[in-house]
């Protein structure tokens, strides 16, 4: 028996094959869970949809994560379609590439607050709009990087967003602990998106892995996808607020 088996939840963050997201949706999959998929805007639907099928799921929902009444229609959906949830994966993320390219002092305040509206306060909001289906308790995951503790070059205000992201990932935890949901995120070693190639020497960065990282390369979609299993299964019954980083050891040796 899978170890997600009987178990529900909703990614945010599918846009294509190559995404996070569909590696750990692949992974939720093959341990036997049932998934519902939010997609950004029409474009993105016509990828996720056949994608989405392709894992069994009938839930695919139009949600763009800076809208509340867009989050909230999800979960009423979610709600009328399921009544209740297990998990919920967040792996979204949003910064304008002038932003990421100009020296950090030059950060826009709009750029800021765009950067920290789409990539952390939207776990915010959607956990908060999720009460009234996480009934019986349930496991949470946000995608988050290095660049969150350490000043990464380039990664620049997308750097702020992911420790704020981080931080809220832990007064979340401490909050809906009594109510046995759990909380946590899973600092991803570098992996080549369309989003990643946003952010300036990327391939310096894979490159970087190579040499420095303890298992001398970065890590997959799927690898990632195997420790969501992890934090949104009962193995890790006892694990909430924690940063776990999947991301073939660098943390510990990267300079
Ligand atoms: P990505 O950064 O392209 O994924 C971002 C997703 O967010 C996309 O599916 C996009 O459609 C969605 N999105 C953007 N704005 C949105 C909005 N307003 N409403 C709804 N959805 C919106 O691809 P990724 O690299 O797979 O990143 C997934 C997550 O993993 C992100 O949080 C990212 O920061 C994080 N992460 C990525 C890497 C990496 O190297 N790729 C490393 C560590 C962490």
Same mark, same amino acid.
């Given at each position: ?13 599918? %846009? ?5 997201? #569909? ?22 639907? =016509?990828?996720?949809?056949?994608? %989405? ?8 929902? *139009?949600? +763009? ?16 379609? #399921? ?14 590439? +002038?932003?990421?390219?100009? !020296? ?17 306060? *939207? ?8 009460? !009234?289906?996480?009934?019986?308790? /349930? ?7 290095? /660049? ?38 899973? *600092? ?18 894979? =490159? ?28 890790? *019954? ?10 073939? /050891? ?6």
């Amino acid at each position: 028996m899978g170890l997600m088996e009987g178990k529900r939840g909703l990614i945010f963050g599918v %846009a294509n094959d190559k995404r996070i997201a #569909w590696g750990i949706a692949r992974q939720l999959r093959e341990q036997g869970a049932t998934l519902g998929f939010t997609y950004l805007n029409g474009a993105v639907e =016509k990828r996720v949809r056949p994608l %989405a099928e392709s894992l069994g799921s009938d839930l695919i929902l *139009s949600c +763009d994560v800076a809208s509340d009444e867009e989050i909230a229609a999800v979960f009423k959906e979610v709600e009328k379609q #399921w009544g209740k949830i297990d998990f919920i994966v967040h792996s979204v993320a949003f910064a304008d590439r +002038d932003d990421l390219k100009r !020296p950090f002092s030059q950060t826009s305040r709009t750029g800021f607050q765009l950067a920290m509206d789409i990539s952390a306060y *939207s776990l915010i909001s959607i956990t908060n709009a999720a009460m !009234p289906v996480l009934k019986e308790g /349930g496991s949470i995951v946000a995608l988050t990087y290095l /660049g969150a503790i350490r000043a990464i070059p380039n990664y620049n205000v997308m750097g702020v967003a992911k420790a704020a992201l981080e931080a809220s990932t832990r007064y979340l935890a401490a909050e809906l602990g009594e109510k046995n949901i759990r909380v946590n995120a899973i *600092s991803a070693g570098p992996i080549k998106t369309l989003a990643a190639s946003g952010i300036g020497q990327f391939k310096e960065k894979l =490159k970087i892995m190579d040499e420095r990282a303890p298992l001398r390369r970065t890590v997959t979609q799927d690898e990632v996808g195997k420790s969501a299993v992890y934090l949104l299964s009962d193995l890790a *019954s006892g694990v909430t607020g924690e940063i776990h980083y999947a991301d073939a /050891g660098y943390n510990i040796t990267g300079a």
